[in-house]
């Protein structure tokens, strides 16, 4: 459809299916994004199909610098950041501190082995939202994300420690 302008300009209305849809696309909300950092390649694989069932879009990275670098190019689309406590060369805490850099605010959890957990205070005091201690099971902590990502949802620093079952990753 063709509009008159009253400086005789025309303007070109879309009022076509496409248009439509697009428009319809950009009002719709995004996934939440998460971006994972863990060294060891079967629990980020797990993590990405688990948490892509729960309604996450997933970015993957094998250390620090790898997690850095993707928050840089993908801070829009990431809400959450989870890095793994004993990242090899760039531990969990420094990449914090780097992401801070880049975003005072980014929302941050971590994920630690038993005998990593006793810098737990220190990670909460540093801006951690939780910390979840491995292994953990899979449903609760898809669940404990969605709740991290919801501004309206509970953000308190309290560490997540669950019991390890079969169910648990």
């Not at 729960?54 to 670098?69: C, I, K, N, R, T």
């Not at 829009?76 to 950041?81: A, F, G, K, N, R």
């Amino acid at each position: 459809m063709i509009e008159a302008c009253p400086n005789g300009l025309e303007l070109a209305s879309p009022r076509n299916e496409n248009a439509a849809s697009l428009d319809q696309q950009a009002r719709e909300p995004r996934p939440p994004g998460v971006l994972i950092a863990d060294d060891e390649a079967r629990l980020r694989a797990l993590l990405l199909v688990a948490l892509k069932q729960y309604g996450f879009s997933v970015w993957l990275a094998a250390d620090g610098p790898e997690a850095v670098q993707l928050y840089r190019e993908r801070r829009s689309e990431i809400d959450l950041v989870v890095l793994d406590l004993g990242l090899p060369g760039q531990q969990g805490h420094e990449t914090l501190g780097e992401l801070r850099n880049l975003n005072p605010d980014v929302r941050c959890c971590f994920m630690a082995n038993t005998a990593d957990f006793a810098y737990e205070r220190e990670l909460l005091e540093c801006g951690a939202k939780r910390i979840f201690q491995k292994p953990f099971e899979m449903v609760v902590f898809g669940y404990m994300l969605w709740q991290l990502v919801d501004h309206s949802g509970t953000t308190s620093l309290i560490p997540c420690r669950l019991v390890a079952n079969d169910d648990s990753f």
